[in-house]
């Protein structure tokens, strides 16, 4: 199912406004004709096409019934158009659950596209969401405005991805995507990211209702248990401890996936146009080459780093190394550097001389193509999220892919999430020029 917003421009009305003079015209013709003919033989005349066939009066009236039919259907067609399919949400919930979340899909759309919770508000009976939805909308427009970046057009389409149904209750997990067309100073692009919502729908009196709605907030997830996903802080120490070392370990690259890629000297550039295609090619579905995590952000970014060129650093041990090796006797093998936020941030600030490194920069601004932010939804110091720059807005400043809640082409900061809290922290990381 799918919901696209319908412009509501003036053209319609102003195809129906000339009409009505025309009718009006008509009618005015016709009333100065009937008193002009004074002699009866008009009268006569008149009584001779109702003498033959007097069933044929009958005919036009019944025409003309139905055509008034036809007039009140189009009429009320048009009606339902102008309000994105769906203006009697009441009367459309009579016709079943699915209904009601068109509607609700619907209304969805309007409210990304006019950046207010109003045209939700009223619609779902679950207050606390319009609340928190009406947040994050205000954050959004706020920073828009800043920006002088407004949606100029939006569309969002719903997959029901699992559904509990009962006689009178029905819980659906949805998946929106959502796309808008955005404009700032005469340039458009357009930004896209799939979110999940939970729903629950109550039927009272014939008619379903949303009662509860809970967005799922993939970022906030961590993959692993506590102790593996702290286990990045142990990078530092690792990598003391390899320096120390006077064996380095050597990049280690899975030629079973990539048969295309030799061993390769260092100091090779990081192809950061690769690294962007990559994340762009498959930010809205997994690779198959690799293993998706139920938090897939971090490795997505991995990927995409590996894909310009960005060598794997094979040490053997999880807590520490860059790397994926694939399948192992049937487990997943890789590094938490390789799929946690936290230990990827750890791992591109210890100090190195080679291979794939970065270097904390203080501003979104000064951050290139390819480069990494993560993010730290709560100031606590541990980095939950991580997105990879693809594109850059009028302004300069960074739009970025992510994987987990897929994302492409979006705002850095993160304002219109749900995860993002006042106290979100960033870093900002640029990837070596030569790696």
Known sequence: MSSRTVKQGTGGRMDRQPKQPLLRGTAANQSPLSPVPQPQPQPQQQAKPVKPQPKQAKLPADKQEAAAIDQRAASKLTSLLRSSDYIDGSRDRHDGWKSAIHQYVSLYNQAETEQHVAAIDGYVSDQDHCTRMHG????????????????????TKAELVRVNESATEVSVLVKLHIKRQMEQSGLYYIEERAECERLWLAQSGGYWQIVRIEPVIGERRPRFGISEYASGFEEAEDYVAESQSLVRSTPFLNYELFPQLKHRQAGIPYRRDLAAAYADQWWNQPNPAYEEFEVNCTNYTSQAIFAGNGPMNYTGKRSSGWWYKGRNKGG???SYSWSVSNALANYLTAPRSSGMRGSVVNSAEELQLGDIITYDWNGDGRFEHSTIVTAFDAAGMPLVNANTVPSRHRYWDYRDSYAWTEQTKYRFFHIADLL
Request: proline share 4%; hydrophobic share 30%.
């Open 136 to 155: 994050r909308l205000q954050r959004l427009r706020q920073r828009d405005l800043l920006r002088g970046c407004l949606p100029s057009r939006g569309e």
């Open 332 to 334: 997943e093998w890789w």
